[in-house]
């Protein structure tokens, strides 16, 4: 066990909403998202004592909840289709632009994992290009074309998505 428990206890509690939101992001659904970040903290926990040393903990917690998600993404249950079926129960309809969100999301969770990463480093995280090269483990050119290719696949896709208003 760590000799700094409660230094440990302090660092999540001050990230783990905006970390859980990355999460959510990377994945697309707040399940899954939970037991990324679980997963995230218990291996940040193991570490604890070098991590408390680092200059910036938070790049390193980044980067271990970007390569669970990634470590996910590649078990085989994660392979299995979903098939519609009729709810229980009406949905409400979305209100409060909430139908928008609910569309970029739906939009990124079509992306590959490399460039929706990109883009949840690059634009929710608010990191440079190079702390998102050295996230990823790629170089700057990479992560520029990545975005840059992220970026083109949404437009195309927003042409075709009504749901989506286009005020600036």
């Known amino acids: 066990m760590p000799a ?10 001050a990230r783990m909403d905006p970390l859980r939101r990355t999460a959510y992001l990377l994945c697309g659904d ?4 939970d037991d990324l970040v679980s997963s995230a903290l218990v291996k940040l926990l193991r570490h604890w004592r070098r991590v408390s040393a680092m200059d910036s ?5 980044r980067q271990v909840l ?4 990634l470590d996910e993404r590649r078990r085989p249950w994660r392979r299995e289709t979903a098939w519609a079926e009729v709810p229980d129960r009406a949905v409400r309809p979305a209100t409060d632009g909430t139908a928008d969100r609910l569309a970029i999301l ?3 969770a079509e992306l590959p994992p490399r460039r929706r990463a ?8 608010d990191l440079s290009v190079e702390e998102t090269a050295r996230e990823l483990g790629c170089s700057p050119g990479t992560v520029k074309s990545q975005a840059a290719r992220a970026i083109e696949a949404l437009r195309g896709r927003l042409v075709g998505t009504p749901a989506i208003s286009r005020e600036a």
């Open 4 to 13: 700094d428990i409660e230094g440990y206890r302090e660092f999540v509690t």
């Open 30 to 33: 707040w399940h899954t998202a």
């Open 57 to 61: 903990p938070d790049a390193y917690l």
């Open 66 to 69: 970007l390569r669970v998600w």
């Open 106 to 108: 739906a939009l990124l």
């Open 118 to 125: 990109v883009l949840v480093l690059r634009y929710f995280c």
